[in-house]
């Protein structure tokens, strides 16, 4: 099991559990995270997953790829902070992961 983090853009926190290999959209469905829509179902196709990653877990998580960038170029008030969740994938160094939902999805 591994700790992931939800910080609502009110600043409610939710702290959850998920498996290695979970995505953090289907964690976030799990558990009914406000604000984590997955219209897409984690196709990468709607945007309506995007979080921002937390500064300290940057590194860590790395960049996304051509065809989560190229969605991101569709969310509202995307950053460098910006990620699907679908395509950010639970590993053992990502335990204890924090990421941020943002006030409201494209």
Same mark, same amino acid.
Request: net charge negative; hydrophobic share 40%.
């Given at each position: 099991? =591994?700790?992931?983090?939800?910080?609502? @853009? &009110? &600043?409610?926190?939710?702290? +959850?559990?998920?498996?290695?290999? &979970? @995505?953090?959209?289907?964690?976030?469905?799990?558990?009914? =995270?406000?604000?984590?829509?997955?219209?897409?179902?984690?196709?990468?196709?709607?945007?309506?997953?995007? =979080?921002?990653?937390?500064?300290?877990?940057?590194?860590?998580?790395?960049? /996304?790829? *051509?065809?989560? @960038? &190229?969605?991101?170029?569709?969310?509202?008030?995307?950053?460098?902070?910006?990620?699907?969740?679908?395509?950010?994938?639970?590993? *053992?160094?990502?335990?204890?992961?924090? =990421?941020? +939902? /943002?006030?409201?999805?494209?």
């Amino acid at each position: 099991m =591994v700790k992931l983090t939800f910080i609502q @853009s &009110d &600043d409610r926190v939710q702290e +959850v559990t998920g498996n290695v290999g &979970d @995505s953090v959209m289907s964690i976030a469905q799990r558990h009914n =995270v406000p604000g984590i829509l997955a219209e897409c179902g984690g196709c990468a196709t709607c945007a309506t997953c995007h =979080v921002y990653v937390a500064p300290a877990w940057a590194h860590l998580v790395g960049k /996304p790829e *051509e065809t989560e @960038s &190229d969605m991101l170029g569709f969310v509202l008030n995307s950053d460098a902070r910006s990620r699907l969740g679908c395509q950010l994938v639970m590993t *053992e160094a990502l335990d204890g992961l924090v =990421v941020h +939902v /943002p006030k409201r999805q494209a």
